[in-house]
């Protein structure tokens, strides 16, 4: 969080370990169908994470092309996320 320039690094280290275990808990344990907030909860932060931590245009190359293929993966990851969503309300 620090070396992203983020203020209040703690809080932002408090709200990412929040985000991602609620978020995680919500998916696996769909509690009365509400794993779609969870879902949710990590699509935001997953797509936030882009232009906060994986700038790929605000780097020369090598490094650009590294930070663009995490950000290519942070994007297949909310492709999942997606997914995970629709299915949250699936019920047999």
């Known amino acids: 969080m620090v070396t992203v320039g983020l203020p209040w ?3 932002f280290a408090a709200g990412t370990i929040f985000c991602q275990l609620a978020g995680s808990a919500l998916i696996v344990f769909n509690p009365a169908g509400y794993g779609w907030i969870g879902s949710g909860m990590l699509i935001v932060f997953t ?3 882009i232009p906060l ?3 790929f245009w605000a780097f020369s190359e090598p490094r650009r092309t590294e930070e663009f293929h995490i950000a290519l993966e ?5 492709g999942g996320l997606i997914m995970s969503a629709l299915f949250a309300g699936y019920r047999r």
Request: aromatic share 0%; charged share 0%; hydrophobic share 55%.
């Open 9 to 11: 690094p703690v809080l």
């Open 74 to 78: 942070h994007i297949t990851v909310v």
């Open 53 to 55: 931590g994986h700038a």
């Open 47 to 49: 797509l936030l994470t």
